[in-house]
């Protein structure tokens, strides 16, 4: 069965930190590249980071610096650390798992999570 569950969201004021988690399914987080996405209300779903099976990650341009993404193999479980959040880091999270390579592409996903609220106030 194919299951994303992500879990960690919730309010902070800008310069706190959060940490999201996603726990997946054996079959879906296996050997497979996990994203991150975000999407605010009334804007398109952003790429935000993902991560190789080996650990390779790589990020969006705003989110550099702050925020890591990691995983563990062991626990089927990709997590994501944001420090110094700013108010535009609101947002619903999404946890995603990859057809194929790390891709800044959403289409690139075949599965989701049902997302977290992130919101972060000034």
């Known amino acids: 069965q194919v299951q994303l569950v992500e879990s960690g969201g919730g309010l902070v004021q800008a310069g706190g930190s959060l940490r999201l988690s996603c726990a997946a399914s054996k079959r879906t987080f296996s050997g497979k590249v996990m994203g991150w996405f975000r999407q605010a209300p009334g804007k398109e779903r952003e790429f935000v980071a993902a991560?190789?099976?080996?650990?390779?990650?790589t990020y969006v341009d705003s989110v550099k610096g702050r925020f890591t993404i990691s995983r563990d193999n062991a626990k089927n479980t990709v997590y994501l650390q944001m420090n110094s959040l700013k108010p535009e880091d609101t947002a619903v999270y999404y946890c995603a798992a990859a057809r194929g390579g790390a891709t800044m592409n959403p289409l690139g996903y075949d599965y989701w999570g049902q997302g977290t609220q992130v919101t972060v106030s000034s």
């Open positions: 991560i190789s099976w080996s650990g390779g990650s």
